[in-house]
């Protein structure tokens, strides 16, 4: 099974950088995912890493640590429609994706 | 382009009460997936199916029954609904189930059972 912890809520000012962290334990591990979801909306993708690294993508970026069980999501310039919750999901060797409770973030102008 | 496509969007039940959601994708997706949303405790999964004809139990599976007769449609049952499955339930679909499969999500059908 998978246990996977990330920060409840976290709250920034527009235009600063927030990094958003998520632990993760697992039996078998085949990628981690970042979604974003706007409230009342559905998630919507924003990175994967299978890989030790940083993967950037625009304003944001997802970093891998397998050995530490470990990922972020660091957040650029953020702006007012960054304000969403930010979900944290590991695959296992099993074709389905698990997810962490979300973190909350409100970017304040 | 319709992508996943979730009825019905709202419903409300009385305990006892059987219904069922539909899923639909139009992207050929072998795997289909049924989650529930409640607050503080992310998203959970109920069913998946990993193509036409095939269904797995989940983290969550108890009270719920699914169906994939069709590679396209995902069926998530209730047969005697009861308040605790109060809830906000996501249809989720992706092309493959390795490294690279990213979940596609339907908007989310919100349940409530008095």
């Known amino acids: 099974g998978q246990n996977i912890d990330q920060p409840t809520e976290m709250t920034a000012t527009e235009g600063a950088i927030v990094q958003i962290n998520c632990t993760y334990q697992t039996s078998g591990f085949n990628g981690l995912f970042w979604y974003q979801q706007h409230a009342g909306e559905a998630p919507t993708f924003l990175s994967y890493n299978v890989l030790d690294g940083l993967e950037e993508k625009g304003r944001f970026s997802s970093f891998l640590s397998r050995s530490k069980g470990y990922s972020y999501l660091l957040l650029k310039e953020l702006q007012m429609k960054d304000s969403a919750s930010y979900l944290c999901a590991v695959r296992d060797l099993a074709p389905k994706l698990s997810f962490g409770a979300g973190t909350t973030v409100t970017v304040r102008a | 382009n319709a992508g996943v496509t979730q009825t019905p969007k709202f419903r409300v039940l009385k305990t006892g009460q059987s219904m069922t959601l539909l899923c639909a994708q139009d992207?050929?997706?072998?795997?289909m997936y049924w989650y529930r949303q409640d607050p503080g405790m992310g998203l959970r999964l109920i069913h998946y199916s990993v193509g036409e004809g095939t269904t797995a139990k989940g983290e969550v599976p108890d009270g719920y029954n699914v169906s994939r007769l069709k590679k396209q449609n995902f069926l998530l049952g209730l047969e005697s609904a009861a308040p605790s499955q109060t809830s906000v339930y996501f249809c989720?679909?992706?092309?493959?189930?390795?490294?690279?499969?990213?979940?596609?999500f339907g908007e989310g059908s919100r349940l409530t059972v008095l």
């Open positions: 992207m050929n997706h072998e795997y």
């Open positions: 989720a679909s992706s092309r493959t189930g390795g490294p690279s499969g990213e979940l596609f």
